[in-house]
């Protein structure tokens, strides 16, 4: 029973911080369309929009790396827990508001599916729940942070 | 197995880590970050591989701004989207550009409206490309004084204001 949870923390932790590092890296090459990927949900002011596409990619950097590299497990996943909830209540608020999120340029039906969008986030959570709390049972106190 | 040990401690250091990412990512993009303070932003399309080096992109122009324009210039607003989506609803005054039919619709366009009439053109709001690659086209065309409406349609539809609809013929 103890190393099965041993292998879903490892497993939670690399996963998680893959795919964070993964998608941070993908937005920070292009910071300037990810700015209009969130003017799109209307949430913040125009300039914002600009400021949190440069920070955020960074943040999702750092933490993807930390978790990869087995440092400050708890922070960082705490911080993509964090991060997937603010994800989950942009994608909710646009999909009550009715947003237009997709492009619908040349077909008016194409939209990209909230649901699916809601599910990925919850496998973000579950991942960054395990990595957090099953942290401590594997190392040494001294090295439990 | 709900360990919350030392939270205070790990909320620190989630600051600590955001922190940081701000700074690595305002220094990353500091010349996009002076852009924006100085109130000229980029298009969000401008890093699109359709994108000409140099001057020769298109300006932003957003709601406020553009409704400034309408009153008081001769602005003409420029519909890129398919020619249904324009008969569906589109904003007082428009003309429609179709982006895919541009090849087609130019030289009449152009006998038209002459090179130095300020224009203003959208599409489907922010996810949408075709207004910024009109937008492109009409500056290589000859037109001085292009400017690209991003939030479109929909921020305008949503700002409560008036949309044209044409009757079915």
Redesign the interface.
């Known amino acids: 029973m103890n190393s099965l949870l041993k292998y879903l923390y490892h497993g939670s932790r690399l996963l998680l911080g893959g795919l964070f590092l993964f998608a941070g890296f993908i937005k920070?090459q292009?910071?300037?369309?990810f700015?209009?990927?969130i003017?799109?949900y209307?949430l913040l002011p125009?300039?914002f929009n600009?400021?949190l596409a440069?920070?955020?990619?960074?943040?999702?950097?750092?933490?993807g790396v930390?978790l990869l590299t087995g440092r400050?497990v708890?922070?960082?996943a705490?911080?993509c827990g964090?991060l997937t909830l603010v994800f989950i209540g942009a994608l909710l608020s646009a999909w009550m508001?009715g947003?237009?999120?997709?492009?619908?340029?040349?077909s008016?039906e194409a939209k990209t599916s909230i649901g699916e969008a809601l599910l990925r986030d919850l496998g973000l959570l579950i991942l960054a729940h395990f990595s957090?709390?099953?942290?401590?049972?594997f190392t040494t106190p001294r090295a439990s942070? | 197995m709900h360990d919350y040990s030392n939270l205070r401690r790990v909320l620190l250091e989630v600051l600590v880590i955001v922190a940081l990412g701000v700074v690595m990512g305002l220094s990353a993009n500091l010349k996009l970050v002076f852009q924006v303070l100085q109130g000229s932003p980029p298009t969000t399309h401008s890093s699109d591989a359709t994108a000409p080096a140099g001057d020769n992109t298109p300006r932003p122009i957003d709601l406020a701004s553009l409704r400034r324009s309408i009153e008081n210039s001769s602005l003409l607003l420029i519909d890129a989207r398919i020619s249904e989506l324009y008969a569906a609803g589109h904003l007082p005054g428009a003309v429609s550009l179709p982006l895919d039919e541009i090849e087609s619709r130019l030289p009449a366009f152009r006998q038209r409206i002459p090179g130095d009439r300020p224009l203003a053109i959208y599409c489907n709001g922010y996810g949408c490309p075709d207004s910024f690659d009109l937008a492109v086209k009409l500056l290589a065309a000859g037109y001085q004084d292009v400017q690209v409406y991003e939030g479109g349609f929909p921020e305008w539809r949503d700002a409560g204001l008036p949309v044209v609809t044409e009757k079915a013929p």
Not at chain 1, 30 to 33: E, G, H, I, L, P
Not at chain 1, 99 to 106: K, R, T, V
Not at chain 1, 132 to 137: A, E, P, T, Y
């Open positions: 920070a292009d910071v300037v369309a700015a209009g990927n003017a799109a209307q125009y300039q600009y400021l440069a920070c955020l990619p960074y943040i999702e950097i750092i933490a930390l400050r708890r922070p960082a705490l911080l964090l508001r947003l237009d999120i997709s492009c619908g340029c040349f008016p957090f709390h099953l942290r401590n049972r942070r």
